[in-house]
Protein backbone atom coordinates (compact mmCIF):
# COMPACT_ATOMS: atom_id res chain seq x y z
CA UNK A 1 0.00 0.00 0.00
CA UNK A 2 1.28 3.09 -1.12
CA UNK A 3 1.64 6.27 1.77
CA UNK A 4 2.75 9.64 1.53
CA UNK A 5 3.33 11.86 4.25
CA UNK A 6 4.75 15.41 4.46
CA UNK A 7 7.29 16.78 7.06
CA UNK A 8 8.84 20.57 7.63
CA UNK A 9 8.39 23.43 9.92
CA UNK A 10 4.36 23.66 10.78
CA UNK A 11 5.64 27.80 11.69
CA UNK A 12 7.17 30.31 8.89
CA UNK A 13 7.99 33.70 9.31
CA UNK A 14 7.02 36.09 6.67
CA UNK A 15 9.52 36.80 3.74
CA UNK A 16 10.92 33.42 4.73
CA UNK A 17 11.19 29.93 2.34
CA UNK A 18 8.83 27.15 3.27
CA UNK A 19 10.68 23.87 2.70
CA UNK A 20 8.63 20.49 2.61
CA UNK A 21 9.52 16.86 1.98
CA UNK A 22 6.88 14.27 0.83
CA UNK A 23 8.36 10.78 2.13
CA UNK A 24 6.41 7.80 -0.48
CA UNK A 25 6.61 3.89 1.00
CA UNK A 26 5.34 1.27 -0.93
CA UNK A 27 6.41 1.67 -4.00
CA UNK A 28 8.98 3.52 -6.32
CA UNK A 29 8.54 7.54 -6.59
CA UNK A 30 9.60 6.48 -10.61
CA UNK A 31 7.01 6.54 -13.21
CA UNK A 32 4.53 8.90 -11.70
CA UNK A 33 3.68 12.80 -10.64
CA UNK A 34 4.49 14.10 -8.06
CA UNK A 35 2.11 17.12 -7.14
CA UNK A 36 1.51 19.29 -3.76
CA UNK A 37 -1.69 21.00 -3.36
CA UNK A 38 -2.97 22.90 -0.79
CA UNK A 39 -5.98 24.16 1.10
CA UNK A 40 -5.88 27.26 3.13
CA UNK A 41 -8.60 27.03 6.05
CA UNK A 42 -12.11 26.54 5.22
CA UNK A 43 -11.49 27.16 0.95
CA UNK A 44 -10.72 25.14 -1.98
CA UNK A 45 -7.77 23.19 -3.35
CA UNK A 46 -5.22 25.13 -4.91
CA UNK A 47 -2.59 22.87 -7.20
CA UNK A 48 1.48 24.17 -6.77
CA UNK A 49 3.02 22.36 -8.89
CA UNK A 50 4.37 18.48 -10.06
CA UNK A 51 7.35 17.18 -10.57
CA UNK A 52 8.14 13.99 -12.61
CA UNK A 53 10.81 11.79 -14.58
CA UNK A 54 12.81 13.09 -12.01
CA UNK A 55 13.67 16.99 -13.55
CA UNK A 56 10.77 17.64 -15.30
CA UNK A 57 8.24 20.26 -13.79
CA UNK A 58 5.28 22.04 -13.73
CA UNK A 59 4.04 25.18 -11.76
CA UNK A 60 1.11 27.07 -10.91
CA UNK A 61 1.59 30.30 -12.71
CA UNK A 62 0.68 32.24 -9.89
CA UNK A 63 3.34 30.83 -7.85
CA UNK A 64 5.53 29.62 -10.84
CA UNK A 65 8.34 32.77 -9.19
CA UNK A 66 8.31 31.47 -5.55
CA UNK A 67 8.16 27.55 -6.36
CA UNK A 68 10.73 24.70 -6.86
CA UNK A 69 10.55 20.88 -6.64
CA UNK A 70 12.83 18.25 -6.74
CA UNK A 71 13.13 14.30 -6.51
CA UNK A 72 15.32 12.26 -4.59
CA UNK A 73 15.33 9.25 -5.93
CA UNK A 74 17.69 7.19 -3.65
CA UNK A 75 15.45 8.71 -0.40
CA UNK A 76 12.28 7.77 -2.51
CA UNK A 77 11.37 11.68 -1.56
CA UNK A 78 10.63 14.85 -3.29
CA UNK A 79 10.84 18.34 -1.89
CA UNK A 80 8.61 21.56 -2.33
CA UNK A 81 10.36 25.16 -1.37
CA UNK A 82 8.02 28.39 -1.52
CA UNK A 83 10.17 31.41 -1.15
CA UNK A 84 9.22 34.75 0.50
CA UNK A 85 5.76 33.64 2.03
CA UNK A 86 3.17 35.71 3.26
CA UNK A 87 0.67 35.19 5.56
CA UNK A 88 -1.87 34.45 2.30
CA UNK A 89 0.43 31.27 1.98
CA UNK A 90 -0.78 30.08 5.03
CA UNK A 91 -2.46 25.88 4.42
CA UNK A 92 -2.68 23.03 4.83
CA UNK A 93 -0.42 21.53 2.27
CA UNK A 94 -0.74 17.70 1.06
CA UNK A 95 1.55 15.38 -1.36
CA UNK A 96 0.01 13.35 -3.77
CA UNK A 97 0.61 10.88 -6.51
CA UNK A 98 -0.81 11.15 -10.13
CA UNK A 99 -1.03 8.43 -12.41
CA UNK A 100 -0.04 8.10 -16.29
CA UNK A 101 -0.98 11.70 -17.39
CA UNK A 102 -1.38 13.45 -14.56
CA UNK A 103 -4.57 14.49 -13.31
CA UNK A 104 -5.45 11.17 -11.56
CA UNK A 105 -4.56 11.68 -8.01
CA UNK A 106 -4.69 8.75 -6.09
CA UNK A 107 -2.86 8.62 -3.28
CA UNK A 108 -2.66 11.61 -1.02
CA UNK A 109 -0.70 12.80 2.34
CA UNK A 110 -2.55 13.42 5.52
CA UNK A 111 -1.16 17.09 5.17
CA UNK A 112 0.48 19.31 6.87
CA UNK A 113 -0.51 22.82 8.66
CA UNK A 114 1.89 25.64 7.76
CA UNK A 115 1.13 28.84 9.20
CA UNK A 116 3.02 32.23 7.99
CA UNK A 117 3.68 34.47 10.98
CA UNK A 118 6.29 36.30 13.04
CA UNK B 1 -11.83 33.06 -8.69
CA UNK B 2 -11.63 29.49 -10.24
CA UNK B 3 -11.22 29.03 -13.74
CA UNK B 4 -13.47 26.25 -13.10
CA UNK B 5 -17.16 27.19 -11.76
CA UNK B 6 -18.58 25.02 -9.32
CA UNK B 7 -22.10 26.12 -7.54
CA UNK B 8 -20.96 26.67 -3.81
CA UNK B 9 -23.61 24.32 -2.86
CA UNK B 10 -26.19 21.55 -3.29
CA UNK B 11 -28.89 19.77 -1.13
CA UNK B 12 -30.83 16.72 -1.41
CA UNK B 13 -32.73 14.47 0.67
CA UNK B 14 -31.38 10.87 1.44
CA UNK B 15 -31.98 8.59 -0.90
CA UNK B 16 -32.24 10.79 -4.04
CA UNK B 17 -30.12 11.89 -6.57
CA UNK B 18 -27.94 14.74 -6.61
CA UNK B 19 -25.92 16.71 -9.78
CA UNK B 20 -22.55 18.51 -9.29
CA UNK B 21 -21.23 20.89 -12.23
CA UNK B 22 -18.19 22.14 -13.08
CA UNK B 23 -18.21 24.54 -16.14
CA UNK B 24 -15.09 25.70 -17.77
CA UNK B 25 -13.91 26.41 -21.52
CA UNK B 26 -12.22 25.02 -24.35
CA UNK B 27 -8.68 25.23 -22.93
CA UNK B 28 -9.34 23.15 -19.88
CA UNK B 29 -12.71 20.61 -19.93
CA UNK B 30 -12.82 20.91 -23.44
CA UNK B 31 -10.25 19.22 -24.21
CA UNK B 32 -9.02 17.15 -21.34
CA UNK B 33 -10.15 14.67 -18.65
CA UNK B 34 -11.77 15.78 -15.78
CA UNK B 35 -11.34 14.22 -11.89
CA UNK B 36 -13.91 14.81 -9.40
CA UNK B 37 -12.39 14.42 -5.85
CA UNK B 38 -14.64 14.01 -2.32
CA UNK B 39 -13.55 15.66 0.74
CA UNK B 40 -15.13 14.69 3.83
CA UNK B 41 -14.96 17.12 6.72
CA UNK B 42 -11.73 17.11 8.09
CA UNK B 43 -10.09 14.22 5.52
CA UNK B 44 -8.07 14.18 3.23
CA UNK B 45 -9.40 14.46 -0.89
CA UNK B 46 -10.35 11.35 -1.98
CA UNK B 47 -10.64 10.37 -6.00
CA UNK B 48 -14.16 9.89 -6.84
CA UNK B 49 -14.14 9.74 -10.61
CA UNK B 50 -10.91 10.30 -13.03
CA UNK B 51 -10.73 10.08 -16.93
CA UNK B 52 -14.22 11.83 -17.15
CA UNK B 53 -16.39 8.97 -15.89
CA UNK B 54 -14.31 6.18 -14.72
CA UNK B 55 -14.65 4.90 -11.04
CA UNK B 56 -11.37 3.54 -9.03
CA UNK B 57 -11.63 0.04 -7.51
CA UNK B 58 -13.93 0.39 -4.33
CA UNK B 59 -15.86 3.70 -5.13
CA UNK B 60 -19.78 2.69 -5.42
CA UNK B 61 -21.82 3.14 -8.69
CA UNK B 62 -23.77 5.78 -6.81
CA UNK B 63 -21.07 7.99 -8.45
CA UNK B 64 -21.01 8.62 -11.98
CA UNK B 65 -19.17 10.70 -14.29
CA UNK B 66 -19.85 12.72 -17.53
CA UNK B 67 -18.24 15.10 -19.52
CA UNK B 68 -20.31 17.54 -21.99
CA UNK B 69 -18.44 20.12 -23.99
CA UNK B 70 -16.82 22.38 -22.03
CA UNK B 71 -18.70 21.35 -18.06
CA UNK B 72 -18.54 18.07 -16.66
CA UNK B 73 -21.10 16.66 -14.09
CA UNK B 74 -20.70 14.00 -11.08
CA UNK B 75 -23.98 12.41 -10.05
CA UNK B 76 -24.82 10.51 -6.74
CA UNK B 77 -27.96 8.69 -6.10
CA UNK B 78 -29.28 7.22 -3.65
CA UNK B 79 -28.13 10.06 -1.27
CA UNK B 80 -26.63 8.93 2.34
CA UNK B 81 -26.02 10.81 5.22
CA UNK B 82 -22.01 10.10 4.68
CA UNK B 83 -22.08 11.55 1.47
CA UNK B 84 -22.28 15.23 3.23
CA UNK B 85 -19.05 16.50 1.89
CA UNK B 86 -17.30 18.83 -0.24
CA UNK B 87 -17.04 18.28 -3.81
CA UNK B 88 -14.21 19.39 -6.59
CA UNK B 89 -13.51 19.07 -10.12
CA UNK B 90 -9.89 18.55 -11.39
CA UNK B 91 -8.43 19.31 -14.92
CA UNK B 92 -5.21 20.21 -16.88
CA UNK B 93 -5.48 23.70 -18.38
CA UNK B 94 -3.89 24.19 -21.99
CA UNK B 95 -3.28 27.60 -21.58
CA UNK B 96 -1.94 27.95 -18.30
CA UNK B 97 -0.45 24.74 -18.39
CA UNK B 98 -1.73 23.91 -14.97
CA UNK B 99 -3.90 21.82 -13.27
CA UNK B 100 -6.48 23.44 -12.03
CA UNK B 101 -9.82 22.46 -9.62
CA UNK B 102 -13.32 24.04 -9.30
CA UNK B 103 -14.20 25.85 -6.31
CA UNK B 104 -15.80 23.46 -4.52
CA UNK B 105 -19.20 22.32 -4.01
CA UNK B 106 -20.51 21.62 -0.60
CA UNK B 107 -22.97 18.88 -0.65
CA UNK B 108 -25.67 19.01 2.17
CA UNK B 109 -28.11 15.80 2.48
CA UNK B 110 -30.84 17.08 4.57
Known amino acids: QVQLQESGPGLVKPSETLSLTCTVSGGSISSYYWSWIRQPAGKGLEWIGR???????NYNPSLKSRVTMSMHMSTNQFSLTLSSVTAADTAVYFC????????????WGQGILVTVSS | QSVLTQAPSVSAAPGQKVTISCSGG????????VSWYQQLPGTVPKLLIYDNKERPSGIPDRFSGSKSGTSATLGITGLQTGDEADYYC???????????FGGGTKLTVL
Open chain 1, 51 to 57: IYNSWTT
Open chain 2, 26 to 33: SSNIGNNY
Open chain 2, 90 to 100: GTWDNSLSAII
Open chain 1, 96 to 107: ARAMAGGLRFDY
